[in-house]
């Protein structure tokens, strides 16, 4: 017989066994689903769109003057900052003197001394008259009095606009601003002997306003020319005009046509149209370039799209939607012209769809997802939380 305690043992045994097999043969525990991937998304709404053209444009100033030495003299002295703002009537740069001085003190006493002479010939010719009369002296005598009285008041006519020129010329040393504006770089240093051949010394320029000048292609010149001139600035009047900065950023100011050019270019088939921008802040500087928007004042309720959530393939145009039971579907679209950061929508898009903006590269068609609701800035296209965007 087995002892007690053997029984004991195989009996713990047997269940030991029972329950190893009884976990073996048991269903493995499902895990549980993902949660839906979070995505932000953009409500379309309506929006007035008014019929737009683009064109790429340069600034220039409106009125620019180019300092240049009138006279040939070393540069004594510059009384300005580069870049700086300037007044008119302002000294700008003092040329060297001496000679200018010399000339006008020579001037002044040349007429002093035609002065002089225009006196001593009217007193002989008074007193030549005088004998003349009582047959003392003849008639060549008083006629070469006359020539030498006609003589001294042409010497005196010269040395006065000699004085005059020797005093224009002391002026031109000193070379001042014709108008308000903003002064250039300096093209001479202190030192340099300039003159009229020696080109600009430096340069003043009003750019409030400024001028934006692009180019238009003949139809449209044409077609605009033949609603005629007296229509012109009525036409003029009904456009809203808005520049974007090279960095994507629109101007706040707006601007109005100034000018068409009474011809056209002949190698590029174009006519120069000018608009002009007021610049308060002078964050326009001449040079650059920028995007010239011309809009009409009214236009048609249309559906906008986020550029940002348009992806392409060879089948074209797509975006993806989130539904009613918030799966991700496809659709594809067309577009039209760019309206800031979106698109307008031609067919494809309604108002109150959702379209995914980010997360794209989350998620596909047919996945449910938890969409964020976001506002996008129209303009710059930047992104944020609908709460914040309604503060």
């Not at 002296?137 to 009285?149: E, G, M, N, Q």
């Not at 011309?294 to 959530?309: E, M, T």
């Amino acid at each position: 017989m087995q002892s007690l305690e053997v029984r004991i043992w195989k009996r713990i045994g047997v269940l030991l066994l029972a329950g190893v097999m009884g976990v073996g043969c048991s269903e493995p525990a499902e895990p549980p689903p993902p949660a839906p991937v979070a995505v932000s998304v953009v409500e379309l709404e309506t929006s007035e769109v008014r019929p737009s053209r683009e064109f790429v444009a340069r600034t220039s100033a409106s009125a620019r003057a180019d300092i240049t030495a009138r006279i040939e003299a070393e540069i004594q002295e510059v009384l300005f900052r580069e870049g700086a703002r300037v007044q008119r009537g302002q000294v700008l740069v003092l040329l060297e003197d001496t000679r200018a001085s010399a000339d006008l003190q020579q001037s002044e006493a040349e007429l002093t001394a035609a002065r002089a002479e225009l006196d001593s010939a009217q007193r002989n010719l008074r007193r030549g008259e005088d004998v003349a009369d009582k047959g003392f002296l003849s008639a060549s005598d008083l006629d070469k009095l006359k020539d030498r009285f006609s003589a001294a008041q042409s010497r005196l006519q010269a040395a006065e606009a000699a004085l005059q020129k020797a005093r224009t010329n002391l002026d031109y040393a000193e070379l001042r601003a014709p108008f308000d504006g903003w002064i250039g770089r300096l093209n001479f240093d202190v030192g340099a002997v300039v003159g009229p051949g020696s080109g600009p010394i430096t340069s003043v320029l009003v750019t409030d306003p400024m001028y934006v000048e692009f180019q238009v292609n003949e139809a449209d010149f044409i077609a605009f020319r033949r609603a005629g001139a007296e229509s012109a600035d009525a036409v003029a009047r009904t456009l809203d005009l808005t520049l974007t900065l090279s960095d994507g950023a629109r101007y706040e100011q707006s601007g109005t046509l100034d000018f068409a050019d009474v011809q056209t270019d002949a190698s590029t088939g174009t006519v120069a149209i000018r608009a002009v921008f007021p610049n308060p802040g002078a964050v326009l500087v001449p040079g650059l370039y920028v995007t010239l928007k011309v809009a009409g004042h009214a236009g048609d309720q249309r559906v906008l799209v986020p550029q940002v959530a348009i992806q392409e393939t060879l089948e074209g145009k797509f975006v993806l939607l989130v539904d009613g039971q918030n799966q991700v579907v496809q659709r594809f679209i067309k577009t039209g012209a760019r309206e800031g950061a979106l698109l307008v929508v031609e067919s494809g898009l309604e108002a109150g769809d959702r379209v995914v903006v980010e997360g794209l590269q989350k998620v596909r068609a047919g996945v449910a997802v938890n969409p964020v609701r976001k506002h996008i800035d129209p303009e710059t296209g930047a992104l944020s939380q609908l709460d914040e965007a309604l503060q």
